[in-house]
């Protein structure tokens, strides 16, 4: 490898005009590509495409439609007097502007004429098929001649009270008397939701919050979340409808507050507050280096030959990774940052030997003291690379594409980085008059530092030793829970709160809590499919889960359900009732109302009692069949479709809890799968389904990830070092460093999420750098010198460490929770990774690095040369 990477060095030095432009070709290629890049918030391209879950719920949106929403809130503020009316006419022309657009399929603000139909003709004329046998005995006792002489009394007394009765209790009474209506009332809750069963007094029954004030829009756009296009031109035409419609309303329109929720604008929100982050954090990183390293070299060029290089590095990689994947997900975005930090970690170490090259062999050409670098340096450089692209690449053995994508960015695009060192700097190089280096202030407060750092590490190795191993076994003593924190149980939680992650001024998390206020539901249901190839087994399986479902709202778990069984009662239960009902004498009933109104002086011609004698006459079960030829066909649809042979049936159930709560969705599952009755023949699926499965797998591989990372770290060194003692020595920084940050972050209470996590590869990657740095300098001279090898490799890695904290650490600017703990994390880790380098590792050195290695007799440095 010594004369490969000394051969490149030399043909890029020889023929560096060669290399510039064909250097020049393929990175305006690249950057063609890369301004391509979409970057995806959506948490289901972090899944794998080809699992049974993620397969599930497209087949359930497919059958069904959309399971998620676009959400619009439509307030008037507590300020301004409350007017229902202005909310009706915006949603009407929104209605009306947004349908011939062509990017929705439907929009729902109020109950739907087929419901209200439903509930008017065909519910109440077969209600009592629909009830219990308790609800319908209460029924059939209203039926008595005492009971029916109390009830028509009791409609007297109301119907002459001094207040006039509401008007809609009077439209009752005309064609209720007996007030069957009061026992009906928890079944059509049951079938539209408590909250649109309380709209059915409004004439237009509009999806309106109990205090007029705000009107909920449901809108179903023909495509999906997480099509970031689709999205984009989704959501910026809503916006401008919204902004046309509120400036055409005028004043009216001015007293408006709309807000807009659910995934589409939350995938379209955070994937721009990401990418306008990343681009300022690399803005900022950028400028910091520009600066610091002009500083710190003072000279132009030094600053070019560093950066340049690994600039064009990323976005080569980035180019890759656009022909690969397309979309970049929300853990490779961060990626830019990870490699410009390694990029730059690999430069600074070899420009810097080669300037101390220089400096000390001033006799040999610039060539010779390039190829003895990249021989060299280079050579230790490559091993660094190898191990950490090797950490990377394990993480393509999960099945997680978040982590699996990372292993290919992370470990492809280090191996990219260092070809684009190793290509373009030995070229750079040729632009670089030879001239003696100034040591400027910067560089000659490191040099002090670095020097008062080797002498106190040479006197004082097992204080610095023993101290080191006080802390480790504090942070061990605080991750077993010894120590008292601000964490429960054994090691760092992991953060079940997907919101956690998001943006702080996240609409759609706005949007939820509004929605919880007026509503009291975030509209984010479970999905439960059953299927069969007859209408009769299908009821039956229906009933089954009905039962179920019933039960676990009597314990809490679930909040509500909507069933088509609501629509369409078992018929087991309503042969029951039939027998029952069957049984009347529906003329002696309506001759005893009519006589008791009579009594009492009530108008005959006043009331209608038809519905009453429907009622009573109902003679045959209801089907699905006889449901579908009643010309409900919209609800239908929501619940029931037939395909390739079998009939399909949903039923949305809306859990309790918050809607990020993951454990009740767990435990809602395995109560649906481990129910013997039902048999677990049901697909369960939905959002929060999903973001239940994609946490669970998270986890599940992120331990995959850790364990696979480490054991490729000790295989690597151990390959390379051949000393169980060396890699121990060589591991010191690495796991010092882990300690710590596990540690800090359970005495402060801070959780491990699924983007901070690829921190933890990426300081095992590093943390072996900067130890496998240290001992190969620290071998390279024969004397074992640890004085030198602090002092000549210490000035790379606090260069390095640095950028490396300033392109990490420059993800705190992004408006993302997950980027920005990631950066904190990394930034903290590779502070500590560096000083345990620096500090610990050379004091280890100084106590056993005699004994791992046999010390040979002090040679004088033979003077290489180029034949």
Same mark, same amino acid.
């Given at each position: 490898?010594?004369?490969?990477?000394?051969?490149?060095?030399?043909?890029?030095?020889?023929?560096?005009?060669?290399?510039?432009?064909?250097?020049?070709?393929?990175?305006?290629?690249?950057?063609?590509?890369?301004?391509?890049?979409? $970057?995806?918030?959506?948490?289901?391209?972090?899944?794998?495409?080809?699992?049974?879950?993620?397969?599930?719920?497209?087949?359930?949106?497919?059958?069904?439609?959309?399971?998620?929403?676009?959400?619009?809130?439509?307030?008037?503020?507590?300020?301004?007097?409350?007017?229902?009316?202005?909310?009706?006419?915006?949603?009407?022309?929104?209605?009306?502007?947004?349908?011939? +657009?062509?990017?929705?399929?439907?929009?729902?603000?109020?109950?739907?004429?087929?419901?209200?139909?439903?509930?008017?003709?065909?519910?109440?004329?077969?209600?009592?098929?629909?009830?219990?046998?308790?609800?319908?005995?209460?029924?059939?006792?209203?039926?008595?001649?005492?009971?029916?002489?109390?009830?028509?009394?009791?409609?007297?007394?109301?119907?002459?009270?001094?207040?006039?009765?509401?008007?809609?209790?009077?439209?009752?009474?005309?064609?209720?008397?007996?007030?069957?209506?009061?026992?009906?009332?928890?079944?059509?809750?049951?079938?539209?939701?408590?909250?649109?069963?309380?709209?059915?007094?409004?004439?237009?029954?509009?999806?309106? +919050?109990?205090?007029?004030?705000?009107?909920?829009?449901?809108?179903?756009?023909?495509?999906?979340?997480?099509?970031? =296009?689709?999205?984009?031109?989704?959501?910026?035409?809503?916006?401008?409808?919204?902004?046309?419609?509120?400036?055409?309303?005028?004043?009216?329109?001015?007293?408006?507050?709309?807000?807009?929720?659910?995934?589409?604008?939350?995938? !379209?929100?955070?994937? =721009?507050?990401?990418?306008?982050?990343?681009?300022?954090?690399?803005?900022?990183?950028?400028?910091?280096?520009?600066?610091?390293?002009?500083?710190?070299?003072?000279?132009? #060029?030094?600053?070019?030959?560093?950066?340049?290089?690994?600039?064009?590095?990323?976005?080569?990689?980035?180019?890759?990774?656009?022909?690969?994947?397309?979309?970049?997900?929300? $853990?490779?975005?961060?990626?830019?940052?990870?490699?410009?930090?390694?990029?730059?970690? %690999?430069?600074?170490?070899?420009?810097?030997?080669?300037?101390?090259?220089?400096?000390?062999?001033?006799?040999?050409?610039?060539?010779?003291?390039?190829?003895?670098?990249?021989?060299?340096?280079?050579?230790?450089?490559?091993?660094?690379?190898?191990?950490?692209?090797?950490?990377?690449?394990?993480?393509?053995?999960?099945?997680?594409?978040?982590? %699996?994508?990372?292993?290919?960015?992370?470990?492809?695009?280090?191996?990219?980085?260092?070809?684009?060192?190793?290509?373009?700097?030995?070229?750079?190089? @040729?632009?670089?008059?030879?001239?003696?280096?100034?040591?400027?202030?910067?560089? @000659?407060?490191?040099?002090?530092?670095?020097?008062?750092?080797?002498?106190?590490?040479?006197?004082?190795? /097992?204080?610095?030793?023993?101290?080191?191993?006080?802390?480790?076994?504090?942070?061990?003593?605080?991750?077993?829970?010894?120590?008292?924190?601000?964490?429960?149980?054994?090691?760092?939680?992991?953060?079940?709160?997907?919101?956690?992650?998001?943006?702080?001024?996240?609409?759609?998390?706005?949007?939820?809590? &509004?929605?919880?206020?007026?509503?009291?539901?975030?509209?984010?249901?479970?999905?439960?499919?059953?299927?069969?190839? @007859?209408?009769?087994?299908?009821?039956?399986?229906?009933?089954?889960?009905?039962? /179920?479902?019933? @039960?676990?709202?009597? =314990?809490?778990?679930?909040?509500?359900?909507?069933?088509?069984?609501?629509?369409?009662?078992?018929?087991?239960?309503?042969?029951?009732?039939?027998? /029952?009902?069957?049984?009347?004498?529906?003329?002696? $009933?309506?001759?005893?109302?009519?006589?008791?109104?009579?009594?009492?002086?009530? &108008?005959?011609?006043?009331?209608?009692?038809?519905?009453? =004698?429907?009622?009573?006459?109902?003679?045959?079960?209801?089907? !699905?069949?006889?449901?579908?030829?009643?010309?409900?066909?919209?609800?239908?649809?929501?619940?029931?479709?037939?395909?390739?042979?079998?009939?399909?049936?949903?039923?949305?159930?809306?859990?309790?809890?918050?809607?990020?709560?993951?454990?009740?969705?767990?435990?809602?599952?395995?109560?649906?799968?481990?129910?013997?009755?039902?048999?677990?023949?049901?697909?369960?699926?939905?959002? #929060?389904?999903?973001?239940?499965?994609?946490?669970?797998?998270?986890?599940?591989?992120?331990?995959?990830?850790?364990?696979?990372?480490?054991?490729?770290?000790?295989?690597?060194?151990?390959?390379?070092?051949?000393?169980?003692?060396?890699?121990?020595?060589?591991?010191?920084?690495?796991?010092?460093?882990?300690?710590?940050?596990?540690?800090?972050?359970?005495?402060?209470?801070?959780?491990?999420?699924?983007?901070?996590?690829?921190?933890?590869?990426?300081?095992?990657?590093?943390?072996?750098?900067?130890?496998?740095?240290?001992?190969?300098?620290?071998?390279?001279?024969?004397?074992?010198?640890?004085?030198?090898?602090?002092?000549?490799?210490?000035?790379?890695?606090?260069?390095?460490?640095?950028?490396?904290?300033?392109?990490?650490?420059?993800?705190?600017?992004?408006?993302?929770?997950?980027?920005?703990?990631?950066?904190?994390?990394?930034?903290?880790?590779?502070?500590?990774?560096?000083?345990?380098?620096?500090?610990?590792?050379?004091?280890?050195?100084?106590?056993?690095? /005699?004994?791992?290695?046999?010390?040979?007799?002090?040679?004088?440095?033979?003077?290489?040369?180029?034949?």
């Amino acid at each position: 490898m010594k004369k490969l990477l000394g051969k490149l060095a030399t043909l890029s030095f020889s023929h560096a005009r060669y290399v510039f432009l064909i250097v020049a070709a393929v990175t305006l290629v690249a950057a063609y590509y890369v301004s391509r890049i979409q $970057i995806s918030t959506n948490n289901f391209d972090l899944l794998p495409q080809d699992s049974k879950m993620i397969k599930e719920f497209w087949e359930v949106n497919e059958d069904f439609g959309a399971q998620e929403s676009h959400l619009m809130l439509i307030e008037i503020p507590d300020s301004v007097e409350p007017d229902p009316s202005i909310l009706k006419d915006f949603v009407h022309r929104l209605d009306e502007t947004l349908s011939r +657009s062509g990017l929705v399929s439907s929009i729902n603000y109020a109950i739907t004429p087929d419901q209200k139909n439903f509930i008017d003709e065909f519910f109440v004329r077969n209600a009592l098929l629909y009830l219990s046998s308790s609800d319908l005995d209460s029924v059939l006792r209203r039926f008595e001649d005492p009971e029916i002489a109390r009830r028509i009394l009791n409609c007297k007394n109301i119907l002459n009270m001094p207040v006039p009765p509401d008007p809609s209790l009077k439209k009752v009474l005309r064609e209720d008397p007996l007030l069957l209506s009061e026992i009906f009332v928890p079944y059509i809750e049951r079938m539209l939701g408590k909250q649109n069963a309380s709209l059915l007094k409004d004439e237009e029954s509009y999806y309106l +919050s109990k205090d007029k004030r705000t009107l909920l829009v449901f809108i179903k756009p023909v495509g999906a979340s997480n099509d970031t =296009r689709f999205c984009e031109t989704f959501v910026d035409r809503n916006i401008e409808i919204r902004d046309s419609i509120v400036a055409a309303m005028g004043e009216d329109g001015a007293k408006l507050h709309i807000m807009m929720g659910g995934n589409y604008v939350s995938a !379209l929100t955070n994937a =721009r507050a990401v990418k306008q982050g990343l681009v300022d954090s690399s803005v900022f990183v950028i400028s910091c280096i520009l600066v610091f390293f002009y500083f710190f070299y003072g000279d132009i #060029r030094s600053l070019v030959f560093i950066v340049v290089p690994v600039f064009i590095g990323v976005i080569w990689v980035f180019c890759i990774g656009e022909l690969a994947f397309v979309k970049f997900n929300i $853990i490779t975005a961060s990626a830019g940052a990870m490699l410009l930090g390694l990029g730059v970690d %690999y430069a600074i170490h070899i420009y810097n030997r080669f300037v101390t090259q220089e400096q000390h062999f001033k006799h040999h050409t610039t060539l010779q003291n390039l190829v003895i670098t990249f021989q060299e340096t280079g050579l230790s450089v490559f091993y660094g690379v190898v191990s950490t692209a090797f950490v990377f690449a394990v993480l393509m053995v999960t099945r997680f594409r978040g982590l %699996y994508e990372l292993g290919f960015i992370g470990g492809l695009g280090i191996f990219v980085l260092f070809v684009a060192v190793v290509v373009l700097m030995p070229a750079e190089i @040729t632009m670089r008059p030879r001239r003696p280096v100034k040591r400027n202030y910067l560089q @000659t407060m490191v040099s002090k530092v670095l020097d008062y750092n080797s002498r106190f590490v040479l006197r004082h190795p /097992k204080y610095i030793t023993t101290g080191c191993l006080i802390i480790s076994a504090f942070m061990i003593a605080v991750l077993l829970n010894y120590v008292p924190s601000k964490d429960e149980g054994i090691g760092v939680t992991f953060d079940d709160n997907i919101e956690n992650i998001r943006s702080k001024n996240d609409v759609d998390l706005q949007m939820i809590k &509004r929605m919880q206020e007026k509503f009291g539901s975030h509209f984010k249901p479970v999905s439960v499919v059953c299927e069969a190839t @007859t209408n009769d087994m299908l009821v039956e399986k229906l009933r089954l889960l009905n039962i /179920k479902m019933d @039960t676990l709202v009597e =314990r809490g778990m679930v909040k509500e359900y909507n069933s088509l069984l609501r629509y369409v009662p078992s018929l087991e239960q309503q042969h029951k009732n039939l027998k /029952k009902i069957r049984a009347l004498d529906v003329e002696s $009933i309506l001759f005893q109302i009519r006589l008791e109104m009579t009594k009492v002086g009530l &108008r005959m011609n006043y009331f209608k009692l038809n519905r009453l =004698r429907e009622m009573m006459s109902v003679r045959e079960p209801i089907t !699905l069949e006889h449901f579908q030829k009643e010309g409900f066909g919209d609800i239908m649809r929501h619940y029931y479709v037939e395909k390739n042979g079998l009939k399909k049936v949903v039923t949305q159930v809306e859990l309790a809890g918050a809607s990020y709560e993951i454990d009740i969705v767990n435990a809602f599952i395995q109560e649906v799968d481990q129910d013997k009755q039902l048999g677990g023949d049901y697909i369960i699926t939905g959002i #929060r389904v999903v973001t239940a499965e994609f946490l669970t797998l998270v986890k599940e591989d992120f331990a995959v990830a850790l364990i696979a990372s480490l054991l490729t770290v000790i295989v690597l060194v151990t390959l390379k070092y051949r000393s169980f003692r060396a890699v121990l020595l060589c591991t010191v920084p690495l796991t010092f460093s882990i300690l710590c940050i596990m540690g800090v972050m359970r005495l402060y209470g801070i959780k491990i999420n699924f983007v901070n996590m690829i921190a933890v590869p990426l300081l095992i990657g590093s943390g072996v750098d900067y130890g496998i740095y240290i001992i190969s300098r620290y071998l390279e001279d024969q004397r074992h010198d640890v004085f030198a090898a602090i002092h000549e490799t210490g000035q790379s890695l606090f260069l390095s460490g640095l950028t490396t904290v300033i392109g990490f650490g420059s993800l705190v600017l992004v408006d993302n929770r997950g980027l920005a703990s990631m950066g904190y994390m990394c930034g903290v880790g590779i502070i500590i990774c560096a000083l345990s380098s620096i500090i610990v590792l050379p004091a280890m050195l100084r106590l056993w690095g /005699k004994k791992i290695w046999k010390i040979e007799s002090p040679e004088p440095r033979k003077t290489r040369s180029i034949e």
